[in-house]
């Protein structure tokens, strides 16, 4: 039985549009959540409430009025890394409530879900901009919370797998092709073995848990490591002696010897979490391995001509998640935009133990 479908089903939206004339009339200013940054999460000022004025869209902006938002590590990490305050949060699902000059994809009554853009202001709103180009029309099967726990780590997941691996995005394309996830319970270590899974991959996941494990094999992974022991030696226990790509989503720096050992000569290693310290990339040298980094921000951030490339891969995530070939990743749902929720989140973040996605219900 998949573990995922062992959580309680909230209510199902069955239409991508909602009646503009059904919208509750809104006054001018919104509630936001401001986050303090360079502060701990459990602080009294780490998070303030605010009263903000509705933003006005910009020609390729949608404004959003919010129904749910998710919490990724990205949050505790701007939080702790950036210097003064900050309304956090990314991920996003909603109704358009108005559009810029130059939207050619969206209209007033539309629900999409999004990722956001690490250089502008964050979900924790109740309304909230965002560039057309990288938001889709919402999985229409999913509430507001299961579908907003997908955007970053799918966008993540599937830049990773596909664009930086170069491996081919179709329902089986890769059989005969192994990938060893680290991090397989994370958020986007769920989406990418459901990913990997439907490519046609062999998949090894690493956890450490039994709970952990159960949820990785409940999302498709042929194998499970523990990558709290030898990776290699867990990998051979597994049936392998090597791998033909990897995937780390946390701890590089303490996998980064047993990659090297893990993938096989002239494979391919991507990874997207942030090392601490200088790493020997001459472990690496030998097989000829191609190392990539992945950050899901780097469209929007440096506006690239492919930016609207995003917008497409969500409307194919939406796609598999309406045809229950994927599942959200939903682990835990809060109700209410206050500062003791945001609070909470961080908290529950920064513990590192997470399974799949914590989201919140305006």
């Known amino acids: 039985m ?5 959580r309680k089903c909230i209510c199902i939206v069955c239409t991508n549009k909602v009646d ?23 602080s009294p000022n780490a998070f303030s409430l605010k009263e903000q004025p509705i933003p006005t869209p910009g020609a390729h902006d949608i404004l959003v009025r919010l129904a749910a938002i998710g919490m990724n590590p990205v949050d505790t990490k701007v939080r702790m890394g950036m210097e003064g305050e900050k309304i956090l949060g990314w991920d996003g699902c909603g109704i358009v409530e108005s559009i ?9 009554g539309d629900r999409v879900f999004y990722a956001g853009d690490l250089t502008r202001p964050g979900t924790n709103s109740e309304y909230h901009l965002v560039d057309e180009r990288i938001a889709a029309l919402a999985p229409v099967s999913l509430t507001d919370a299961e579908a907003v726990a997908m955007p970053l780590t799918s966008i993540t997941a ?56 159960a949820w990785c094999t409940g999302l498709g992974a042929d194998a499970i490591i523990n990558h709290r022991s030898n990776l290699a030696e867990e990998l051979a226990a597994a049936g392998a002696a090597q791998v ?23 494979g391919k290693v991507a990874f997207i979490d942030d090392p601490e310290n200088a790493l020997d990339l001459r472990l690496f040298k030998t097989k000829s391995v191609t190392m990539v980094w992945e950050f899901m921000y780097t469209r929007s951030m440096f506006q690239t001509e492919d930016m609207a490339e995003q917008g497409k891969l969500l409307g194919r995530v939406a ?3 309406d045809d229950g070939t994927l599942k959200s990743t939903i682990s835990e749902t809060l109700t209410g935009l206050t500062v003791e929720n945001i609070r909470a989140m961080h908290i529950k973040q920064e513990r590192g133990a997470m399974m799949g996605k914590q989201v919140l219900v305006l």
């Open 100 to 108: 810029g000059s130059d939207v050619t994809h969206f209209s007033v």
């Open 319 to 321: 796609a598999l998640l």
């Open 2 to 6: 998949c573990v995922l479908a062992q």
């Open 244 to 266: 033909d790509a990897i995937l780390c989503t946390n701890q590089l720096e303490s996998h980064w010897a047993g990659m090297a050992e893990c993938i096989r000569p002239q």
């Open 158 to 213: 599937w830049e990773a797998l596909f664009e930086r691996l170069q491996f081919v995005p179709q329902e089986g394309a890769n059989t005969g092709k192994s990938i060893l996830i680290i991090g397989g319970a994370g958020g986007v270590g769920s989406i990418a073995t459901q990913l990997a899974h439907w490519a046609g991959f062999f998949v090894y996941s690493s956890a450490s848990r039994p709970e952990t494990a």
């Open 20 to 42: 503009p004339k059904l919208r509750m009339a809104q006054g001018n200013t919104m509630k936001s959540i401001a986050a303090q940054c360079g502060t701990a999460a459990d």
